[in-house]
């Protein structure tokens, strides 16, 4: 989606080891989300940013952890990855009262083996 | 809280048929409403959203919501469904506190020739 690119696009990790996902605009947007979607659960809120280190926790937050040293980007950090954490990460952008309200990257699918 | 309720995990319509994908809410305040919808390996794209105003809202691709307050719902409708209207559709809700957005489960439509 223009304006926000989310990396990598897969990635397969083993139990135990720590993962980094990337999300980059440049809409210069404050406000920064990370989803995470499962089935039968929709979107879930990990984090979100409302910005430069200005982050806070949303109702999935153990296991992750964030940083945003920079408008621009928001890493989403799983500490030490688990099978409980396979699933496909969304960051999100925007104000609810924007025209289109959030706008979407197109996703990052994790794998723990 | 915020919560959203999609009670269909999937609808099924033959094309040209009316389409109609529930949901209800519940929020503290003003309701701020929205639907997207999420094509495969695909980021979600808005479709619209009801924050004050007309109950009836219009939106892309000849999608329309009504807002009912009574019920607490705002089913997402379309006249006559296509064949690629086939998809996976969210529903969000947020409160007037803050700019968060709380997703449903999600509906898959899905439209038969």
């Known amino acids: 989606d223009a304006g926000i690119t989310q990396s990598p696009r897969h990635k397969v990790t083993e139990t135990g080891t720590p993962v980094t996902l990337r999300c980059h605009q440049t809409e210069n947007h404050r406000y920064m989300y990370w989803y995470r979607q499962d089935p039968g659960h929709g979107l879930r809120l990990i984090h979100y940013s409302y910005g430069v280190k200005d982050t806070d926790k949303g109702e999935v937050s153990d296991g992750y952890s964030v940083s945003r040293s920079k408008t621009e980007d928001f890493l989403l950090t799983l500490e030490s990855a688990t099978s409980s954490q396979t699933s496909v990460y969304f960051c999100?952008?925007?104000?609810?009262?924007?025209?289109?309200?959030?706008?979407f990257g197109s996703g990052t699918r994790l794998t723990v083996v | 809280a915020q919560s959203v309720a999609q009670p269909e995990d999937q609808v099924n319509v033959a094309e040209g048929n009316p389409l109609t994908v529930k949901c209800t809410y519940s929020v503290s305040g003003n309701p701020y409403l929205f639907w997207y919808v999420q094509y495969p390996n695909r980021g979600l794209q808005f479709l619209l959203k009801?924050?004050?105003?007309?109950?009836l809202v219009k939106g892309s691709y000849g999608f329309e919501a009504e807002f009912n307050k009574s019920q607490t719902s705002f089913h997402l409708k379309k006249p006559s469904a296509l064949v690629s209207d086939s998809a996976l559709y969210f529903c969000a809700v947020g409160d007037d506190a803050g700019n968060m957005l709380t997703f449903g489960g999600g509906t898959r439509l899905m439209v038969k020739p």
């Open positions: 999100a952008i925007g104000y609810r009262e924007s025209p289109g309200g959030y706008t």
């Open positions: 009801y924050i004050t105003g007309d109950n």
